[in-house]
């Protein structure tokens, strides 16, 4: 009886401490290359397609001709995993930079180049990106607050397994490290800073008010009010609020402004009414162009064209036009001689956390907890392990 005791205790210490452990994320750090260099000392290089395992002795550059290795997956259109890379000192270089954790190499899906992915725990994946997403030298708590972000953010995506969702096939990632997703950082990234950011926030998410992870979005200024996933992208998402944020004005990217022609306007029109974010039919000619006064904090411009009324929401001018002419979603229209005049503020899609707002929240003395629950006042903080 003890002894069975004693193994349902282990049983269940081992469980609880595994429920605990910190994941290991899978980021792909480089994507369609034609050959990759990955240096390190003692590497253990293990090719998976033949079994060939070797272990260098002292520093090694090892080099993979992708060219050459892909023929091995040119009829099956799914990424093929060709070798792995690791080192005892728990460091890797390529590109110039160094990554803790370990490589792997996979072939691309349509197998003309490699990819190479790297394996790394979620904090020190954290602790980098902070320095990619926001700023080192930014107050502690705005850090931290990212980080919760940034965590949330990745633990969707390796729980969903989105990407191999997308890829239809295992794709040997959980996300890639571009602005498509988040910016990852290399060792060096890290600071004391950061690093404390990661650690006293480790394993904190936000979840939805049901308690379920969902993606957690930022950007880098909202210009006074953020926005909703459903008012910039159309895809709903639980628990998401539009809030005032009176804290970004003065800080960050000034005010901007930009001018559309009207031959411009026209072939918006055009475009809008064939992806159908307009109901009403637009003939393809452009007479006459009036504008309902606009206001800065109002999510839809009202157009008659030819006299007849069209809503169009603001972010669909932005993603019609692009970055460049609409750094944010956060402007207001008028009309000017043969076009319209955009100002705005902010920068980025205006979803969720506002990086500007929260430096200003920060230097004030906000907790990182008052921050996030200003952003998210329905998400719930809760830590994973
Ligand atoms: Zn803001």
């Given at each position: 009886m003890k002894v069975l005791i004693t193994i349902l205790f282990s049983v269940l210490i081992s469980q609880s401490s595994r429920a605990s452990e910190m994941p290991i994320v899978s980021v792909?750090?480089?994507?369609?290359?034609r050959n990759i260099l990955v240096t390190g000392l003692d590497l253990k290089r293990n090719l998976l397609f033949n079994k060939d395992v070797r272990t260098y002795n002292g520093k090694k550059t090892v080099k993979f001709n992708c060219e050459t290795l892909t023929t091995l997956n040119k009829f099956r259109n799914t990424p093929i995993l060709l070798a792995t890379l690791e080192s005892p000192t728990g460091l890797l270089s390529y590109a110039n930079n160094k990554y803790l954790g370990m490589f792997k190499v996979i072939t691309s899906p349509k197998g003309d180049s490699c990819d190479i992915i790297n394996e790394i725990p979620m904090e020190s994946y954290i602790s980098s990106l902070l320095t990619k997403e926001m700023n080192s030298k930014w107050p502690i708590e705005a850090l931290k607050a990212q980080a919760v972000a940034a965590r949330t953010y990745a633990l969707h995506k390796m729980r969903t397994q989105q990407v191999s969702k997308e890829l239809g096939s295992d794709a040997y990632y959980d996300l890639e490290s571009s602005e498509k997703h988040q910016v990852g950082g290399n060792f060096f990234d890290a600071t004391e800073s950061t690093n404390a950011a990661s650690n006293l926030t480790s394993g904190e998410v936000l979840t939805t008010a049901s308690g379920e992870i969902h993606p957690i979005f930022f950007h880098a200024k909202c210009g006074g009010r953020t926005l909703r996933p459903d008012q910039v992208w159309h895809n709903k998402e639980e628990s998401y609020q539009s809030v005032n944020c009176p804290?970004?004005?003065?800080?960050g990217p000034k005010p901007w402004n930009s001018f559309i022609t009207r031959e411009r306007l026209k072939s918006f029109f055009v475009w809008a009414s064939q992806q159908h974010y307009i109901k009403e039919k637009f003939s393809g000619e452009l007479n006459s162009i009036v504008l309902v006064p606009d206001e800065i904090d109002k999510f839809t411009v009202n157009f008659y064209i030819n006299d007849r009324p069209y809503i169009i929401e603001k972010a669909v001018l932005r993603k019609f036009f692009g970055r460049f002419i609409f750094p944010s979603n956060t402007f207001s229209i008028n009309k000017v001689g043969d076009g319209v005049a955009v100002s705005g503020e902010g920068l980025g899609h205006g979803v969720g956390l506002c990086q500007m707002g929260a430096f200003t929240m920060a230097m004030k003395g906000w907790s990182y907890k008052k921050i996030l629950s200003h952003y998210f006042p329905s998400h719930v903080l809760k830590k994973m392990y």
């Amino acid at each position: 009886m003890k002894v069975l005791i004693t193994i349902l205790f282990s049983v269940l210490i081992s469980q609880s401490s595994r429920a605990s452990e910190m994941p290991i994320v899978s980021v792909r750090i480089g994507k369609s290359l034609r050959n990759i260099l990955v240096t390190g000392l003692d590497l253990k290089r293990n090719l998976l397609f033949n079994k060939d395992v070797r272990t260098y002795n002292g520093k090694k550059t090892v080099k993979f001709n992708c060219e050459t290795l892909t023929t091995l997956n040119k009829f099956r259109n799914t990424p093929i995993l060709l070798a792995t890379l690791e080192s005892p000192t728990g460091l890797l270089s390529y590109a110039n930079n160094k990554y803790l954790g370990m490589f792997k190499v996979i072939t691309s899906p349509k197998g003309d180049s490699c990819d190479i992915i790297n394996e790394i725990p979620m904090e020190s994946y954290i602790s980098s990106l902070l320095t990619k997403e926001m700023n080192s030298k930014w107050p502690i708590e705005a850090l931290k607050a990212q980080a919760v972000a940034a965590r949330t953010y990745a633990l969707h995506k390796m729980r969903t397994q989105q990407v191999s969702k997308e890829l239809g096939s295992d794709a040997y990632y959980d996300l890639e490290s571009s602005e498509k997703h988040q910016v990852g950082g290399n060792f060096f990234d890290a600071t004391e800073s950061t690093n404390a950011a990661s650690n006293l926030t480790s394993g904190e998410v936000l979840t939805t008010a049901s308690g379920e992870i969902h993606p957690i979005f930022f950007h880098a200024k909202c210009g006074g009010r953020t926005l909703r996933p459903d008012q910039v992208w159309h895809n709903k998402e639980e628990s998401y609020q539009s809030v005032n944020c009176p804290f970004c004005h003065d800080v960050g990217p000034k005010p901007w402004n930009s001018f559309i022609t009207r031959e411009r306007l026209k072939s918006f029109f055009v475009w809008a009414s064939q992806q159908h974010y307009i109901k009403e039919k637009f003939s393809g000619e452009l007479n006459s162009i009036v504008l309902v006064p606009d206001e800065i904090d109002k999510f839809t411009v009202n157009f008659y064209i030819n006299d007849r009324p069209y809503i169009i929401e603001k972010a669909v001018l932005r993603k019609f036009f692009g970055r460049f002419i609409f750094p944010s979603n956060t402007f207001s229209i008028n009309k000017v001689g043969d076009g319209v005049a955009v100002s705005g503020e902010g920068l980025g899609h205006g979803v969720g956390l506002c990086q500007m707002g929260a430096f200003t929240m920060a230097m004030k003395g906000w907790s990182y907890k008052k921050i996030l629950s200003h952003y998210f006042p329905s998400h719930v903080l809760k830590k994973m392990y």
